[in-house]
């Protein structure tokens, strides 16, 4: 059985950072892991990609220049560096793991004040 749990969120102010870790136990990790996220009253949004083996992302237009996703294989962990927050980036992020993002985590809440 695949679990993924989220740790890092919090409240931040506009402009500040933090970093999110999605922690992968059960088995090695080797397809793909994303994170998304979900604002009060919207729908679940994509925020990145990166493939677990190559190292390729992909980011919404949103987050681009802002987020960074990345991974370490030896820690079976991935991350999504968040910089220069905004307001709009509030939501419960989750991250989502394997060929057809199968596998989900919790949620971390991440709050950002103007």
């Known amino acids: 059985q695949v679990q993924l749990v989220e740790s890092g969120g919090g409240l931040v102010q506009a402009g500040g950072s933090l970093r999110l870790s999605c922690a992968v136990s059960g088995r090695t990790f080797n397809s793909k892991m994303a994170w998304f996220r979900q604002a009060p009253g919207k729908g679940r949004e994509f925020v990145a990609y990166i493939i677990w083996s190559g190292g390729t992302t992909d980011y919404a237009d949103s987050v681009k220049g802002r987020f960074t996703i990345s991974r370490d294989n030896t820690k079976n962990t991935g991350y999504l560096q968040m910089n220069s927050l905004k307001p709009e980036d509030t939501a419960v992020y989750y991250c989502?793991?394997?060929?057809?993002?199968?596998?989900w985590g919790q949620g971390t809440q991440v709050t950002v004040s103007s």
């Open positions: 989502a793991g394997g060929p057809t993002y199968n596998y």
